[in-house]
């Protein structure tokens, strides 16, 4: 058995991988691999909360994991979240340790329903909306995960996390689950080139993400249109947009270019074309090779899909494995695998 540190992260299956994913989140999965013990899921199940479209459900499920694989995550490491069904029956069970009104406070339900009011265009609210954490909480504990890497906006469903867990070890009298801790990146927010007062995202329009597989010239495009200055920084302040811009150059790992750039910031002899023209020499670069993968793994579809089949069933194990332990502390009917 490993002694690694056990992490555990997801994404939900919404087309297109942006920098703002991919620097906020996927980068660094890529690279605690080395290091832990980790599973990643790609979280169909979480994906039904909102009105959705189910063949582009399917659709963006496996686009995604082709994506994953193509910017650096270890295949065998990789997992669908409907493969593993254990993770809805723990849901369940997690239902039952966890606050209806603690639930109705999360800001996510608050602005999801919100969201989910506009999409539907019916009113429709789920109730997998309401109980979204829950599920959440489910996927991190069922592999006892010691940390999740995610973005600060998660804080608070990792906080539920432990509050669940804490609940069930005190009813069921045996400190089973370990209270799983946020492993925050190094940029957590990216945010949007075009109003860099939101984050980067897919939801609010086209302008305001950038696709890591997108042609160079839309790339180059996009950054030099990034907006710097709107004229309402305070003095002394660096403006949002001149901050995401330098955030994304370190993250593009132009550390050099970032170190004297900011120098000429400070001294202000700093042009904005030339930050920009590194930020997208950096993101050209990185799109470069995540696309070469691209297209490699798209002749071998077929393949692929099999192999992450195969490492969902591998890493399933683990979860039943979970499942059983904690219907058995539950007082639940349970039979042997
Ligand atoms: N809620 C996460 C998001 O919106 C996605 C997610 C679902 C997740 N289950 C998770 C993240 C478990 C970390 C761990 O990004």
Same mark, same amino acid.
């Given at each position: 058995? /490993?002694?690694? !540190? ?52 399917? @659709? ?20 669908? @979240? ?30 999801? *329903? &919100? ?13 997998? #909306?309401?109980?979204?954490? &829950? ?11 010691? %940390? ?25 009298? !045996?400190? %089973? ?12 927010? &990216? ?33 030099? *249109? ?9 003095? $002394? ?15 593009? $790992? ?10 000429? %910031? ?5 042009? %904005? ?27 071998? !579809? ?5 192999? #992450?089949?195969?490492? /969902? ?12 332990? &904690? ?5 639940? *009917?349970?039979? !042997?695998?």
């Amino acid at each position: 058995m /490993s002694t690694r !540190k056990r992490i555990l992260s997801a994404i939900q299956p919404t087309g297109n991988m942006h920098f703002g994913n991919y620097f906020g989140a996927v980068q660094n999965w890529v690279r605690l691999q080395e290091e832990y013990n980790c599973v990643y899921g790609v979280v169909d199940y979480h994906a039904m909360t909102m009105p959705y479209d189910p063949k582009k459900l399917r @659709q963006n499920t496996w686009e995604l994991l082709f994506n994953l694989i193509a910017v650096g995550v270890d295949p065998n490491n990789l997992f669908i @979240q409907s493969l593993v069904p254990e993770h809805t029956e723990l849901g369940w069970i997690f239902n039952c340790f966890c606050s209806y009104g603690r639930l109705s406070r999360m800001t996510q339900f608050k602005d999801k *329903s &919100v969201q989910s009011k506009e999409k539907a265009n019916d009113d429709f609210i789920s109730a997998g #909306i309401f109980d979204y954490p &829950v599920l959440q909480a489910a996927d991190i504990l069922i592999y006892r995960a010691d %940390y999740v890497p995610v973005g600060k906006d998660q804080d608070q469903h990792l906080e539920l996390t432990r509050e669940i867990a804490e609940r069930f070890n005190r009813q069921v009298g !045996k400190e %089973y689950f370990v209270l799983p801790e946020t492993l925050h990146t190094e940029i957590p927010k &990216v945010m949007s080139t075009a109003d860099p007062t939101r984050k980067m995202s897919k939801s609010a329009g086209e302008k305001h993400y950038i696709s890591v597989f997108a042609e160079e010239a839309r790339i180059r495009k996009q950054i030099k *249109s990034a907006v710097t200055d709107t004229g309402d920084t305070p003095e $002394g302040e660096m403006s949002a947009g001149v901050e995401n811009l330098f955030s994304l150059l370190k993250a593009a $790992g132009k550390i050099e270019a970032h170190t004297s750039l900011m120098e000429d %910031y400070h001294t202000g002899n700093l042009k %904005y074309s030339d930050l920009k023209g590194e930020v997208a020499e950096g993101l050209v670069a990185l799109s470069t090779t995540f696309k070469e993968r691209k297209a490699d793994i798209l002749t071998r !579809k077929k393949e692929i899909k099999g192999q #992450i089949k195969a490492s /969902s069933a591998e890493i399933r194990k683990r979860a039943q494995e979970t499942v059983r332990e &904690v219907k058995e502390l539950a007082g639940l *009917s349970n039979v !042997k695998f």
